[in-house]
């Protein structure tokens, strides 16, 4: 994209309650009546195990001649969603009686895995003209409310059971599909509300039927738990269906049109603000305790930072212009200047290694950047599932140039001689890590016949386009950073390292570097929960508008600790300050990862250790990728502040 395009991306996410406008990009479909509406089924999820599980993994209606898989990409295949074809018939505009679908009976081994997935709190994702089920349920008062994200239950557990946990199946749902008539005039109607309504009934033929659940009379035969011409109700409902080994499940379904004034290109409004369920007060909450911690840091800054600067500065000029004798007369010099010849001395301790994390952080920030700014402006709407994670995976990848030209800029001017070993490093350190743990999570789903198990041609595409694309283009940023002149200093370094005092207890760099992350975090947890609530708890995320905002400001409050604290380190004498500035900036990932410990109670969890070795394996994987990100700020915000200082001064 542009740079105007993403401008003006930018300046979209900002307005509008700082929320991202949809952009189909799709050509709306258009039925007409009695015209087949095509119901799909996706993944069941649940937030308290973060299994995937494919739908027909359970006793459930099949389509005749069997699932078929709906065409999908590899965004939608890394992000566990598997969609098949359903049995559902719907046809637009023909309303639904308790339309009998089929009938199952339980063996034991299909009760026990029924029972233990509504038990784990699974849930259905149902899918019509691309969009996801609502889902329709009783709240606390007993009236009847929406939720757009998550799907809807398989059923549920009875609490008055005690110990037997007895489990009940979900068997009869209300499909309530909303329509709209097209403002062009164009014959027709298309769907722009999905949302399903499920109940647990114990069905039961008139007459005492006994159906063998294959035979075509059975589909003809009423049932005393339904009312001919009225759609199902809770009132109507005798008795639920319990799941037990023989019971004979028969699973009924209605379906009820309802027409509605919103036009197809703002149905994902209400799913994306939940029907306003988080007021937009809240994000603005966030925004402002995130503009208030820069600003506060800035004033610190400009009372501190730039008036002890102009001072330091003048002194050690005008000392400079003085006659030797005049020079032996004034005081001896302290503070920051002591250290010219010292400061842009290589870090002594893994100078590539140091390259490297800076190199990647500096693709992570430029690639994450980029994708929150094509979310912001609707290009990555969730109405293309798949699509975020297949943008940024080729992000990533086209960024690789600037991880390969950073990390060798500075390997050369650190005059490291190993420039092959430094770029081979910068291109598979970070996404080798990260390949690793996919891999050995991938085969333990696989193991568990998760949905979330990656099929294999997909898991050599991916390896494809890393090995392919991600590596050359580093190799080619590294050429041209070789190539280029080295990164020059102000002052000359010495042969002979100087001593470090030994330094006071406010001015320890290990007390500095442990407690500087609290300040950039501070800046970004409000938000940082409605990002976790939207990865691990199925919910839609949408506002990459504050998203964008919070994490400049995130960015911008690393840079400005890190100098704050880089100098007062220069002042105690301490010229070691090129891991300092990294840890300083990337200790913030530690708060994340501890906060995301304590978060883990929200998910309530399962026993499973899988569920354990998924969250924190994954949230470790994006703990890792802050810290290179805020690191990479904080040592570019040192270089580029160390540089201009002693550039100022005049050294003999």
């Not at 009312?227 to 023989?246: C, K, L, P, T």
């Not at 004798?325 to 140091?354: C, I, Y």
């Not at 193991?447 to 890393?466: N, Q």
Request: proline share 4%; aromatic share 14%; glycine share 8%.
């Amino acid at each position: 994209m542009t740079k105007s395009l993403i401008k003006s991306g930018v300046l979209a996410g900002l307005l509008g309650a700082a929320s991202a406008f949809y952009m189909p990009g799709v050509k709306p479909l258009t039925f007409q009546e009695g015209d087949e509406v095509p119901m799909k089924v996706n993944a069941m999820t649940s937030i308290h195990t973060q299994l995937p599980k494919d739908y027909y993994r359970l006793p459930f209606c099949q389509p005749e001649g069997g699932p078929r898989m709906a065409s999908e990409n590899l965004g939608e295949f890394l992000t566990g969603n598997k969609v098949q074809s359903s049995a559902y018939t719907i046809n637009m505009m023909r309303e639904v009686y308790c339309q009998i679908l089929c009938q199952i009976q339980l063996t034991k081994l299909e009760a026990r895995n029924l029972k233990m997935h509504i038990r784990y709190g699974y849930h259905n994702n149902w899918i019509i003209d691309n969009l996801p089920s609502a889902s329709v349920g009783l709240s606390d008062a007993g009236e009847k409310q929406k939720h757009y994200a998550g799907g809807f239950p398989i059923g549920f557990v009875d609490a008055a059971s005690g110990e037997k946990r007895d489990a009940y199946v979900y068997n009869h749902v209300n499909i309530n599909v909303e329509y709209h008539k097209p403002a062009t005039g164009e014959e027709g109607y298309r769907v722009v509300g999905f949302a399903v309504e499920p109940m647990s009934v114990q069905h039961q033929f008139l007459g005492g039927y006994d159906w063998d659940g294959t035979s075509v009379e059975g589909y003809t035969k009423g049932l005393e738990s339904c009312r001919s011409g009225v759609h199902m109700d809770r009132s109507q409902i005798q008795a639920n269906q319990i799941v037990e080994e023989g019971q004979k499940v028969i699973y009924t379904y209605d379906v009820v049109w309802r027409e509605s004034g919103v036009a197809w290109s703002s149905r994902w409004d209400v799913y994306l603000s939940e029907d306003h369920m988080i007021p937009a007060q809240v994000h603005w909450y966030s925004i402002t305790n995130s503009i208030l911690v820069v600003l506060f840091l800035s004033l610190l800054i400009v009372s501190i930072l730039v008036r002890n600067l102009r001072r330091d500065i003048a002194g050690y000029n005008a000392v400079a212009a003085l006659t030797e004798e005049e020079k032996e007369e004034e005081m001896d010099e302290t503070g920051w200047k002591l250290v010219h010849a010292d400061v842009f001395r290589p870090p002594t301790t893994r100078p590539m290694l140091f390259c490297v994390f800076v190199g990647s952080g500096a693709q992570l920030c430029t690639s994450a950047f980029f994708a929150i700014a094509l979310s912001a402006v609707g290009f990555l709407s969730p109405a293309r599932r798949g699509s975020l994670m297949i943008a940024v995976l080729v992000l990533y990848m086209l960024c690789g140039a600037l991880a390969g030209y950073v990390s060798s800029r500075l390997y050369k001017s650190f005059r490291g001689r190993a420039w092959q070993m430094c770029t081979l490093f910068t291109a598979t350190l970070f996404p080798g890590t990260v390949v690793g743990v996919f891999l050995f999570f991938n085969i333990i789903l696989a193991f568990f016949h998760s949905s979330g198990s990656v099929p294999f041609v997909d898991v050599i595409i991916v390896l494809a386009m890393w090995c392919c694309v991600s590596i050359p283009l580093v190799f080619l940023g590294a050429y041209f950073g070789y190539k280029a002149d080295a990164i020059s200093y102000p002052t000359v370094t010495s042969t002979i390292a100087r001593a470090i005092p030994e330094p006071t207890l406010m001015l320890n760099p290990y007390l500095a570097m442990a407690l500087a992350g609290m300040v950039p975090f501070a800046a970004a947890y409000v938000e940082l929960f409605f990002i976790m609530t939207s990865l691990w708890m199925d919910q839609f995320y949408y506002v990459f508008g504050f998203t964008l905002i919070v994490y400049l400001i995130l960015l911008i409050t690393c840079a400005e600790v890190t100098v704050l604290l880089c100098y007062y380190q220069l002042c105690g004498e301490n010229h070691r300050w090129w891991w300092f500035s990294f840890f300083t900036a990337g200790s913030t990932a530690f708060y994340m990862f501890v906060y995301s410990a304590f978060w883990f109670k929200s998910l309530e969890a399962s026993k499973m250790m899988i569920t354990y070795m998924l969250y924190f394996g994954y949230m470790f994987l994006i703990s890792y990728a802050m810290f290179l990100v805020t690191g990479m700020v904080g040592a570019m915000s040192c270089l580029w502040f160390t540089r201009k200082i002693f550039g100022s001064i005049k050294v003999d």
